[in-house]
């Protein structure tokens, strides 16, 4: 579905891939699980573009239900992939971390660790050939896409910026739909690192010009960058 004209998004509140349409091609903001695939195509297909148009991917970290087919585009459709550098490892499957999984409920636990085995969570191929980036970079890419290191979730966890579209892309920094709970709006997401890197990593996003925040897992967020961040240090102070 396009969410604003020239963003399109594959997938659901649980988890989200998102792709920018320019006239000079297509950039895809993350990669989802392997399932994911299947969407990207019927969307780019819907859009009149193909995989052809895609002219990269940029990741905002490197967990695996960001990955999920970032390998097989970068080889089908010869698309480089774009990953902080404090993440490449993650990316490549040689890095495993255990967060703290915080408050649960069986019901949407179930429904999202089901959501992720029907859309082959288990079946991620490493990414083998990464460009790493860091903090401020402007890979030349559709939209011209800025990093903004968002450190906390992951080491090289970003957010990726699109001035022109003045929209920002920030993976895991937040969510605005806990997986484990259903809790709606934005909060800390689950599965994080280091929780308070995070909630300071966040005040980033107070200098850019923005009206439309895409997370990761969760709805999109329609205003300013202030009352998002307001709003996540409510939600992480209850």
């Given at each position: 579905m396009e969410i604003v004209p020239g963003i399109h998004r594959i997938g659901n509140d649980l988890i989200a891939v998102h792709f920018i349409v320019t006239d000079a091609g297509v950039t895809v903001v993350d990669t989802g699980l392997?399932?994911?695939y299947r969407g990207l195509k019927r969307e780019l297909t819907a859009a009149g573009l193909s995989l052809a148009d895609v002219r990269g991917v940029v990741l905002t970290h490197g967990d695996g239900d960001h990955t999920g087919?970032?390998?097989?585009?970068?080889?089908?459709?010869?698309?480089?992939v774009?990953?902080?550098?404090?993440?490449?490892?993650?990316?490549?499957?040689?890095?495993?971390?255990s967060p703290g999984w915080g408050h649960w409920r069986l019901g949407p636990m179930v429904q999202f660790l089901g959501y992720s085995m029907a859309m082959g969570g288990f079946r991620?191929?490493?990414?083998?050939?990464?460009?790493?980036?860091r903090d401020g970079d402007r890979p030349s890419l559709p939209g011209d896409p800025q990093i903004v290191a968002l450190?906390?979730?992951?080491?090289?966890?970003?957010?990726?910026?699109?001035?022109?579209f003045r929209a920002v892309f920030v993976g895991d920094a937040l969510t605005t739909r806990d997986v484990l709970t259903a809790a709606s709006g934005p909060r800390p997401s689950p599965f994080t690192d280091e929780p308070a890197e995070a909630a300071a990593?966040?005040?980033r996003l107070l200098d850019l010009d923005i009206e439309l925040v895409v997370p990761g897992h969760g709805a999109p967020w329609h205003g300013s960058?202030?009352?998002?961040?307001?709003?996540y240090r409510a939600s992480a102070a209850a």
């Open positions: 392997s399932g994911h087919f970032a390998e097989r585009i970068r080889t089908e459709a010869n698309a480089p774009y990953v902080h550098e404090g993440d490449v490892a993650r990316a490549a499957g040689l890095e495993k971390t991620t191929q490493p990414l083998r050939d990464a460009v790493a980036v450190p906390g979730h992951s080491p090289g966890s970003v957010a990726v910026y699109f001035p022109a990593s966040l005040e960058a202030a009352e998002l961040v307001r709003r």
